[in-house]
């Protein structure tokens, strides 16, 4: 399984557009990327996942360079409720296992 | 997606003794899982349970301490055997609807405390 690193905090201000990097440099073939959010007491929930290009859904947009060495979550104008841990993980299909790094822990302000 | 309850919540527990924690899904589902996730840390995949089969552990976790039931499609336990302190954690269960894809939903999880 492909090793990910990720910022372990970041800070933001409510309306902003907010952008998590993960670098997954030893990324297989057929491995994809995968972003989960975990609130306080709560179980992590997923938010998106693609293998190249652009994603996009109601929550946020998945952009994955052509070397697929990294990836970027992005979070368009974030509000308070926003404040969470981002994780993200890289996995084949198929391989049912996945194994979640240390996260990026972001805080939203007023 | 699916809806995922745990039982208990949270419990209280004393050095030596065993708690097995509940891990019920609304629907039928092949792959489920159990993580633990300590105060302030990152999920640990404890092991996997496939229906029909023996559960299928990471290094560090063993059967002994950790076992597990999948009795049907729809239900597992996880016990923590002759606990101590380092076992306080929080212990989720996590389901795989999309044939391994990573799509994982995930319990509230099992807040636990070893006096």
């Known amino acids: 399984l492909a090793k990910t690193t990720q910022p372990i905090s970041m800070d933001s201000y409510e309306g902003q557009e907010v952008n998590i990097t993960c670098s997954h440099n030893n990324i297989a073939t057929n491995d994809y990327i995968t972003w989960y959010q975990q609130f306080p007491s709560q179980g992590p929930r997923f938010i998106i996942q693609g293998y190249k290009t652009k994603v996009t859904n109601e929550v946020a947009s998945l952009f994955i360079p052509a070397d697929r060495k990294s990836s970027t979550l992005s979070l368009p104008r974030v509000s308070l409720s926003d404040t969470a841990v981002y994780y993200c993980?890289?996995?084949?299909?198929?391989?049912?296992?996945?194994?979640f790094g240390a996260g990026t822990r972001l805080f939203v302000k007023a | 997606s699916a809806v995922i309850s745990q039982k208990p919540s949270r419990d209280i527990c004393q050095r030596g003794t065993s708690l097995t924690i509940q891990c019920q899904v609304d629907?039928?589902?092949?792959?489920m899982f159990w993580y633990r996730q300590q105060p302030g840390q990152s999920l640990t995949l404890i092991a996997t349970?496939?229906?029909?089969?023996?559960?299928?552990?990471e290094s560090g976790f063993v059967i002994d301490k950790f076992p597990i039931s999948r009795p049907n499609l729809t239900f597992s336990t996880l016990t923590v055997s002759n606990m101590s302190p380092e076992d306080s954690s929080i212990y989720l269960c996590s389901v795989d609807f999309a044939g391994g894809y990573n799509e994982q939903f995930f319990g509230p999880g099992t807040r636990l405390t070893v006096l």
């Open positions: 629907s039928q589902v092949t792959m």
């Open positions: 349970a496939n229906q029909g089969s023996e559960a299928t552990y």
């Open positions: 993980l890289v996995a084949s299909t198929g391989g049912f296992k996945t194994i």
